[in-house]
């Protein structure tokens, strides 16, 4: 069974730094691409990041390009996400996905980012 | 970036009604396109991949149709577990976009 967890949301000041991790098993990790997804509270969703499996090549959204940077461990079965500059706009839930072909097969739970002062 | 707009942006129907959910894309994305179910506090699940194919153990009650810009979500009989809201993606391109959801209320 496909299992991703996430870990290192909480509440950080407009300016500051977080970094998530997501944690998988249950499929060969380094076979897929992975990628972050967020929702702002009450609103739709909103891609943000994409990893390819090797960790070769990355894309970002707009909003979040030169703030936030996708990595992964496949030694680890990890993929994060370092974001910095963080801005009361990425108040959200980041969810981690696992990719196929494009499309997301398989969700975390979720982990809470909170921007305020 | 492609703009993925859906309609309605909500929906009330009964238990049994058919119900369909349209997505527009801002350009032709050929066949690339998922639809995705939501429930209040849980992450989406994927419903359609491919603009048509339907994932393993989704109910045959789904159904996903379209190409090009235009694209159709249908439930073909509303089950109680069914209301919930509906999102659909792109992936023609690497910055992928959803639409801003639809969701089906109990009429």
């Known amino acids: 069974e496909v299992q991703l967890l996430e870990s290192g949301g909480g509440l950080v000041q407009p300016g500051g730094s977080l970094r998530l991790s997501c944690a998988a098993s249950?499929?060969?990790?380094?076979?897929?691409?992975m990628t972050w997804v967020r929702q702002a509270p009450g609103k739709g969703l909103e891609w943000v990041s994409t990893?390819?499996?090797?960790?070769?090549?990355?894309y970002y959204a707009d909003s979040v390009k030169g703030r936030f940077t996708i990595s992964r461990d496949n030694s680890k079965n990890t993929v994060y996400l370092q974001m910095d500059s963080l801005r009361a706009e990425d108040t959200a839930i980041y969810y981690c996905?696992?990719?196929?072909?494009?499309?997301?097969?398989?969700w975390g739970q979720g982990t809470l980012i909170t921007v305020s002062s | 970036d492609i703009q993925m707009t859906q309609s309605p942006s909500t929906l009330s129907a009964s238990v049994g009604d058919r119900v369909t959910i349209t997505c527009r894309a801002s350009?032709?994305?050929?066949?690339?396109l998922a639809w995705y179910q939501q429930k209040p506090g849980k992450a989406p699940k994927l419903l359609i991949y491919?603009?048509?194919s339907l994932e393993s153990g989704v109910p045959s009650r789904f159904s996903g149709s379209g190409s090009g810009t235009e694209f159709i979500l249908t439930i073909s009989s509303l089950q109680p577990d069914d209301f919930a809201t509906y999102y659909c993606?792109?992936?023609?391109?690497?910055?992928?976009?959803f639409g801003q959801g639809t969701k089906v209320e109990i009429k």
């Open positions: 350009q032709s994305i050929s066949s690339w």
């Open positions: 993606q792109q992936y023609n391109s690497y910055s992928r976009t």
């Open positions: 996905v696992k990719g196929r072909d494009g499309y997301y097969s398989n």
């Open positions: 249950g499929f060969t990790f380094s076979g897929y691409g």
């Open positions: 990893i390819i499996h090797t960790g070769g090549s990355t």
């Open positions: 491919k603009a048509s």
